[in-house]
């Protein structure tokens, strides 16, 4: 976010006194609370104001809470984001998903699924997983 004005993050919960379900961002909060933005509950509203800020040349970081809650943003992510360059017009949509996934808190089936396999074979998206926290 240093490196670069155009990146923000939108997400739930994100923001203000929260820095997101795991309180990952909440370091960044005093430094750069104007560009951590709390959206609204609807991963299809994040997603998309994801892929219009990315059209419109800034570079988006959008956070869903847990992975799981991605579904009522599959349209936005596979049909939109991902296709634009590859069969659309072109355009790149630089955009960054933050997803955490499997069951870190065993949280029951809506917070512990790996939703990884409904990506693999949309072409235009790239999947990366950390294999260790550092």
């Not at 997603?47 to 943003?73: K, M, S, Y």
């Not at 939703?115 to 790239?126: N, V």
């Amino acid at each position: 976010m240093r490196a670069d004005p155009r990146v923000f993050v939108y997400g739930e919960d994100v923001g203000r006194k929260y820095g997101n379900a795991f309180l990952m961002l909440r370091p960044l909060l005093k430094e750069f609370g104007d560009r951590i933005v709390n959206s609204p509950l609807a991963e299809g509203g994040i997603l998309g104001v994801c892929v219009g800020a990315a059209l419109a040349g800034q570079r988006p970081i959008g956070e869903i809470q847990f992975n799981d809650f991605v579904a009522t943003g599959f349209n936005q992510l596979v049909n939109n984001a991902a296709k634009i360059r590859l069969f659309r017009w072109g355009a790149d949509v630089p955009i960054v998903v933050r997803m955490p996934c499997g069951g870190l808190r065993h949280a029951g089936p809506y917070h512990s699924q790996n939703t990884e396999a409904w990506f693999y074979r949309t072409p235009g998206l790239k999947i990366v997983v950390p294999s260790t926290p550092h």
